[in-house]
């Protein structure tokens, strides 16, 4: 069975300092991984996705992931959290099962502190 | 380009009332999503569309929940009769399907907080 882990669900960082939010997903087919944020009452805005090219991609606003294929992980970092980043974040994993199937995590609230 | 559009923002009814949703999707966009977010919780897909057809529908609760796609373009969620446990926000979303769709971006509208009394 398919499935996405969001290892943590509250992160707290201070302003200015790394973030790191964990993703781990089990599958049978290669995945596309994505990051979401959700900012209060908005709609859910790519971050960055991953669909088999290089194993690391960077995203909007200084955030980016790494593929680890060996640790089925898509961990999301920031070398230095802005109060702004303070949001829901959705860690996505879409496979080709013959449809298309779309798994979200359960999401990690990112606080940051000044 | 207008991101995804959805209406109405907000809703409040009573349990047993029918209820509907709208969404418009980006232009150009083949398949259209319905999610539905409970409190606390990520989106979990109701429906899925390419073009008019629904190609994924089997999250969708058939006896009180319907959903069309006319022409292609916008689409309609409704719900009859609504139940507490319905209460959530409803996600519409929208990408291209072009070769591998499972690696399309999806596009999320604002969402409709629904508050069922």
Known sequence: AQSVTQLDSHVSVSEGTPVLLRCNYSSSYSPSLFWYVQHPNKGLQLLLKYTSAATLVKGINGFEAEFKKSETSFHLTKPSAHMSDAAEYFCVVRINTGGFKTIFGAGTRLFVKA | ?117
């Open chain 2, 1 to 117: 380009e207008a991101g995804v559009v959805q209406s109405p923002r907000y809703k409040i009814i009573e349990k047993k009332q029918p209820v509907a949703f709208w969404c418009n999707p980006i232009s150009g966009h083949n398949t259209l999503y319905w999610y539905r977010q409970n409190l606390g919780q990520g989106p979990e897909l109701l429906i899925r569309y390419e073009n008019e057809e629904a190609v994924d529908d089997s999250q969708l609760p058939k006896d009180r929940f319907s959903a069309e796609r006319l022409k292609g373009v916008d689409s309609t969620l409704k719900i009859q009769p609504a139940e507490l446990g319905d209460s959530a926000v409803y996600l519409c979303a929208s990408s291209k399907v072009a070769g591998k769709g499972y690696q399309e971006t999806q596009y999320f509208g604002p969402g409709t907080r629904l508050l069922v009394l």
